[in-house]
């Protein structure tokens, strides 16, 4: 078994997931979002890359069943139903939505690597049930850091860091990459402390600036989402029982 760590999507083609398990973290906000609306029972999240084409396919949904969520600049979008709060996402408001979501970095990279086998969601909120899961599937696994506008993050690197390493501990013999192994350095540095760590990146900074701290403190709580969620068909829901959908099934 093999771990590498894409630093940012942006560095490879989207051919590059072709046939393989690719595991997507957004953690200030987009894949800590789209836990908390799993957990609250959202039906399903179709992640989309632009907002003409979250907007279009809006459209064709009836009777309030679909929310229009996500962000600009960290703020909602005019005329959307919801921003990218995970605090916003209550049960009340969002319990048997279908939600299509559309954020800067986190919907793209999700997207992005719809070619792969299996795509799958982390943050820091399911990581322990993530890292036992991956272990079960017995494949290389391609991790994303999905960055800030193209370029790389800490915060997203770090959790990839923190995954690499709760699966080492499980399993002793898996290779590395060069990029695997520089996470989890960078997780050693700075993961000890992981709500500080997001106050000072740079993701983190802005989103202060705007008034979610919350967020951070949600995005950085360790283990509270235990779910599994995989992006299959174009959609996003959760794992039900250890059944491992493929596109292969
Ligand atoms: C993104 O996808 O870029 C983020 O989730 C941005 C944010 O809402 O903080």
Same mark, same amino acid.
């Given at each position: 078994?093999? !771990?590498?760590?894409?630093? +940012?999507?942006?560095?490879?083609?989207?051919?590059?997931?072709?046939?393989?398990?690719?595991?997507?973290?957004?953690v200030l906000r987009a894949?800590s979002v789209?836990?908390?609306? $799993?957990?609250?029972? /959202?039906?399903?999240?179709?992640?989309?890359?632009?907002?003409?084409?979250?907007?279009?396919?809006?459209?064709?949904?009836?009777?309030?069943?679909? $929310?229009?969520?996500?962000e600009?600049n960290t703020k909602i979008?005019?005329?959307?139903?919801l921003g990218n709060s995970p605090l916003e996402y209550?049960?009340?408001?969002? *319990?048997?939505?279908?939600?299509?979501?559309?954020t =800067?970095?986190? +919907?793209?990279?999700?997207?992005?690597?719809?070619?792969?086998?299996?795509?799958?969601?982390? *943050?820091?909120?399911?990581?322990?049930?993530?890292?036992?899961?991956?272990?079960?599937?017995? =494949?290389?696994?391609?991790?994303?850091?999905?960055?800030?506008?193209?370029?790389?993050?800490?915060e997203?690197?770090?959790?990839?860091? /923190?995954?690499?390493?709760?699966? =080492?501990?499980?399993? +002793?013999?898996?290779?590395?990459?060069? /990029? /695997?192994?520089?996470?989890?350095? $960078?997780?050693?540095?700075?993961?000890?402390?992981?709500k500080?760590?997001m106050q000072?990146c740079?993701h983190g900074k802005l989103l202060l600036e705007n008034g979610f701290d919350d967020d951070i403190e949600f995005c950085s709580?360790?283990?509270?989402?235990?779910?599994?969620?995989?992006?299959?068909?174009?959609? !996003?829901?959760?794992?039900?029982?250890? +059944?491992?959908?493929?596109?292969?099934?």
């Amino acid at each position: 078994m093999k !771990i590498n760590v894409l630093l +940012s999507p942006n560095n490879v083609d989207d051919l590059y997931f072709t046939g393989k398990t690719t595991v997507v973290i957004d953690v200030l906000r987009a894949t800590s979002v789209i836990l908390k609306a $799993l957990e609250n029972g /959202a039906k399903e999240i179709i992640p989309v890359g632009s907002i003409d084409f979250a907007m279009k396919i809006s459209v064709n949904s009836h009777g309030g069943h679909t $929310l229009l969520c996500g962000e600009r600049n960290t703020k909602i979008i005019e005329g959307f139903d919801l921003g990218n709060s995970p605090l916003e996402y209550t049960e009340e408001k969002i *319990s048997g939505k279908s939600i299509i979501l559309f954020t =800067t970095n986190g +919907s793209k990279a999700i997207v992005k690597a719809k070619y792969s086998d299996k795509v799958i969601i982390a *943050s820091f909120n399911n990581l322990s049930k993530m890292a036992e899961h991956l272990i079960k599937l017995e =494949t290389d696994i391609e991790i994303i850091s999905s960055g800030t506008n193209g370029i790389f993050c800490l915060e997203d690197t770090i959790c990839a860091g /923190a995954l690499v390493k709760k699966m =080492t501990k499980i399993k +002793s013999d898996i290779e590395l990459t060069d /990029a /695997a192994n520089a996470s989890l350095v $960078l997780n050693e540095k700075y993961g000890s402390n992981i709500k500080m760590m997001m106050q000072n990146c740079q993701h983190g900074k802005l989103l202060l600036e705007n008034g979610f701290d919350d967020d951070i403190e949600f995005c950085s709580t360790i283990d509270n989402i235990p779910l599994i969620p995989y992006f299959i068909g174009g959609e !996003i829901k959760l794992l039900v029982e250890e +059944s491992t959908p493929s596109k292969e099934a």
